[in-house]
């Protein structure tokens, strides 16, 4: 038996033709309904996703779009509802049961193993020859794979050796491994870079043309609008499947929040006022005392939004981590309102009024276990505006919660959710409100609208200009270029630990800004 | 057919049901075992429940015992919470016993009123100084609690060994026993409960069972105690002290297994002996795992095994069971009962397979 898979460069002969009568159905959900303990996740959803075509769920945050993809793996079973795969109908009851039927997923959060070589991470629970590892045919099969469909991946290499973005190419190629049928990919390109991103689209493309069927989950409209079709999902019911080419964004995202998004922003113009944080020589060593922040120097303002872009794993985290006091510098002095606060605590510094969003939400950024309301105080338990005499003031950290909820749309059941059942998106917002609500004076937002929904963008790009206005100074780190040309002031760009060009976004185009994020330093200098 | 199933979210019936369940195959099993041995497991049950719960006496008995048991279960249950894995209850109830005692001989003479708190003060000094001494070791230089608690148990022991056999506390005579100091005076003995047997000390489980569920759930610290032992990352990142944390939590789980270690000297002992307190520190963990990690389910746990303990004596005076059947029951119990909170994560389904 050969393991070498017979792939077929796509030809327009076994191209999926769209819209006609005979395509067959890979899968073919009908009437499926999930409740979790007061909440109806999933209401009578009926979802078809033919052969050879990427099929885009689109919705809101906490629509329902990760918990119908987990039932089609077999992560959870549908309280009611039918699941068919090619025309038979199935009932599963772990993700093993959809390995076998060939349906894959792609996951938001990775679950590879870091110590392990990313052929390990491949075979290693997957082999069916008993419990010695053979990887000879494995590499081979892999091998052909990567060659067949144009992935470059060191198959030797550790997954903590590679950056983010490229462990999703070590569950694509899973996937391709296991010659899945159906892959669903949630939000995978939330950690791509836009030329990522591209190639990734490129190579699904190749995949359907063999047959293959995807379920892709994005916020992304730009991804969206390259799918065959589209399903939205609203609070639970899927409202509308349309053929992608029949479509728009704006008409996408009215039948997402229903009502109108618009994609414009209203920045007012302010002058910058007085200097609020002022960086200079800044340096910082990782944990092999590589650099990896060199020399950076950069100034905010007031009334001013400073963004920063660049390929993420370029420094950016550790420059935020820096500024909010949870890692030392090395080198270089850090003032805040004239005060050096190079060595300061994390505490000292948000007290100072400055906030931080973390990029990593649930590792940094969230309590798992805690409810909405413990978290939206978590920082800020000891201040007596949370207490009465020793105790928390369960009364005021309940109204508090219950004003964040309604202000930023959060979906629950009630307050008392812990944050790790919510929603990406959802769990994002929460810290959101929290840091919006106790910074005064700087901002620090690392990727704050990964994960959201337009229509939440939409707001939090209000809420940063609003806080702009108000005089804040702002430090926008954003791997969507839009973000930051729609907001920031200036745009400094970070490559290899340094910054190597700040640009105007008035004026600048994004292939300079692209340009720079490759490493092409600007010729004229900062 | 019937297939078991992940839960996603926890159903505290379900929780319950396995949790009784548990301890049903725990007796189950600890019956099997009775068996083996030649007995009639029926009379053996019979005998440990009577010594147990079985009249006015049994039940002071079994108040008695499960007093420090309680109190080091309570002392696991704050270190667990924050996923601090200290096993330092054992040496810290010595600490306790040994500060307590040191405290009755500076403070002698006083009134009742200012003696026992006096000592009572002492005693949880010392448990507290053991604990955030290894909080220390924990946080300066990284050395890690297991290890660092297992040390203390030994340095305290031994402390204990050499202060009673010939040291400066052994009590000296013609029929001198080794290892035990002289017995305190009937003034310096905790005063007894309305004419009951029991000494007041019985009290100050529930008193700290109750602070200790109300500090988890009401005040900043538990807040803090609980995130640690969650998310300990994200509790730094939002400018809490992790250092400072760790400590508090050690120090306060050291002085509650040193209250042990003091009311069992002046409530039960009434005179150093490591008999006395031997066992109490690392029965505690056992008892805090019983009860979930819960305060109140602690005190549960401690009285059920509060139980056995006095079962266990009358056990050995009316019938010719072994008493070590006890520990041997409790380790089953333990065993059981983990079991049940991995199944309370799961739940049984009727339905068809695929
Ligand atoms: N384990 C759970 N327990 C309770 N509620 C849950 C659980 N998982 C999801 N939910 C709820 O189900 C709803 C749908 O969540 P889901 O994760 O499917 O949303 P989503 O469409 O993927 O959103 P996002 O775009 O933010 O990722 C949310 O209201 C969420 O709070
Ligand atoms: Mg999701």
Redesign the pocket.
């Known amino acids: 038996m050969s393991l070498l898979p017979s792939i077929k460069e796509p030809t327009p002969a076994n191209a999926r033709k769209a819209g006609t009568e005979e395509t067959p159905l890979a899968l073919r959900v009908e009437g499926l309904t999930k409740r ?4 109806t ?2 209401d009578g959803v009926d979802f078809e996703l033919e052969v050879g075509e990427i099929h885009c ?1 689109f ?10 993809s ?1 039932c089609i793996f077999g992560f959870c079973t549908p309280d009611a509802g039918q699941i068919v795969v090619r025309g038979q109908p199935v009932e599963m009851h772990s993700p093993r049961d959809a390995i076998k039927l060939g349906i894959g997923m792609v996951h ?1 959060h990775f679950v590879l193993v870091p110590e392990f070589t990313v052929l390990e991470n491949i075979i290693v629970g997957t082999q069916k020859s008993g419990w010695r590892l053979d990887d000879r045919a494995a590499r081979q099969k892999l091998k052909s794979l990567c060659d067949a469909y144009g992935i470059e991946i060191d198959l030797d290499a550790y997954v903590w050796e590679l950056a983010v973005g490229r462990q999703q190419w070590v569950e694509i190629l899973k996937a391709l491994y296991l010659d899945v049928q159906i892959l669903i990919l ?2 995978p390109t939330a950690v791509l870079t836009p030329d990522e991103s591209a190639r990734l689209f490129a190579i699904m493309r190749k995949m359907c043309a063999n047959g293959m069927s995807i379920i892709l ?1 994005t ?1 992304k409209v730009a991804e969206v609008m390259q799918s065959n079709r589209v399903t939205v ?1 609203r609070k ?1 019911k899927a409202v509308a499947t349309v053929q992608t080419k029949d479509t728009s964004p704006e008409e996408l995202a009215r039948l997402m929040v229903g009502r109108e998004v618009s994609f414009s922003v209203n920045k007012s113009t302010v002058a910058p006022g007085d200097t609020v944080l002022e960086v200079s020589g800044l340096g910082a060593r990782g944990y092999w005392n590589e650099a990896v922040l060199n020399q950076v120097s950069l100034s905010i303002a007031r009334h001013e939004i400073l963004g920063i872009a660049g390929v993420a794993g370029n420094g950016q985290k550790e420059l935020f981590e820096v500024l909010s006091g949870v890692r030392w510098s090395r080198e270089g002095t850090i003032r805040l309102n004239g005060e050096d606060v190079s060595r300061l605590t994390p505490r000292a510094m948000m007290d100072r009024g400055v906030g931080h969003i973390p990029d990593d939400r649930f590792r940094e950024g969230l309590v798992g276990p805690f409810s909405i309301a413990e978290n939206l105080i978590l920082g800020w338990q000891r201040n007596a505006k949370y207490r009465s005499g020793l105790f928390l003031d369960r009364g005021k950290i309940a109204a508090l919660s219950k004003t964040m909820m309604a202000r930023y749309q959060i ?3 009630d307050d008392e ?1 812990p944050v ?9 917002k929460v810290i959101l409100a929290r840091e919006f609500l106790h910074s005064s004076g700087l901002l620090l937002a690392n990727q704050p609208t990964r ?3 337009i229509g939440v963008i939409e707001y939090v790009y209000a809420q940063l200009l609003q806080k702009r206005e108000e005089g804040f100074a702002i430090l926008l780190a954003s791997e969507e270029l839009s973000d930051l040309f729609n907001l920031a002031d200036r745009i400094a760009v970070m490559f290899k630990g340094e910054i190597v060009g700040v640009v105007d976004p008035k004026t600048a185009t994004v292939e300079e800004v692209g340009m720079l994020m490759a490493g092409r330093r600007m010729e004229a200098g900062r | 057919m019937i297939r078991i199933e992940r839960r ?2 926890a159903n505290p019936w379900w929780t319950a049901g396995t949790l009784v369940a548990a301890l049903a195959a725990g007796m189950l099993a600890s019956a099997l075992i009775v068996a083996t041995a030649g007995a009639d497991p029926f009379e053996a049950f019979r005998t440990l429940f009577f010594g147990a719960f079985g009249s006015q006496k049994a039940v002071m008995t079994t108040l008695i015992k499960s007093t420090p048991l309680i109190l080091t279960g309570l002392a696991t249950v704050i270190a667990f919470r924050a996923q601090i894995w200290s096993i330092g209850q054992e040496g810290q109830v010595f600490a306790g016993a040994m500060a307590g005692y040191l405290g009755s001989q500076i403070l002698a003479g006083l009134p009742p009123l200012l003696f026992f708190p006096g000592v009572i003060l002492f005693g949880v000094a010392g448990g507290l100084l053991l604990g955030g001494a290894c909080a220390i070791l924990k946080t300066r230089f990284g050395v890690n609690e297991i290890v660092s608690t297992v040390m203390t148990n030994y340095l305290a022991i031994y402390l204990l060994s050499y202060l009673l056999a010939g040291g400066p506390w052994a009590e000296i005579g013609d029929g001198a026993s080794y290892q035990q100091s002289v017995p305190l005076p009937a003034a310096e003995q905790l005063p007894l409960l309305f004419g009951t047997k029991l000494h007041i000390g019985v009290l100050l489980p529930f008193v700290a069972a109750i602070c200790c569920a109300v500090m988890l759930d009401r005040t900043a610290l538990g807040y803090e105690i609980k995130a640690l032992g969650t998310n300990p990352v994200a509790l730094g990142h939002k400018g809490t002290n992790i250092a400072r944390t760790i400590i508090a939590v050690m120090c306060i789980s050291g002085g509650l297994a040193a209250l042990a270690g003091v009311i069992e000297l002046y409530g039960v002992g009434h005179r150093l002996k490591a008999d006395n307190l031997v066992g109490l520190g690392y029965a505690g963990i056992i008892v805090g795992m019983i009860g979930g990690l819960r305060p109140l389910g602690t005190v549960l746990a401690g009285l059920l095994f509060g139980g056995l303990a006095s079962g266990a004596v009358s056990m050995r005076v009316v019938s010719d069971i072994p008493a070590s059947l006890v520990p041997a029951m409790q380790g089953i119990i333990l065993l059981f009962v983990l079991c049940a909170s991995v199944m309370a994560r799961y739940k049984i389904v009727r339905g068809t397979a695929s």
């Open positions: 979790f303990a007061g909440v996740a999933n769920l919705g809101e945050n906490g629509a329902g779009k990760s918990t119908l987990a938001q949630d939000e989950i916020h999902l639970g979906a629950a059941r959710v790790e059942n919510l929603s990406g998106g959802n769990a994002q994960g959201l929904d | 996603i979210d």
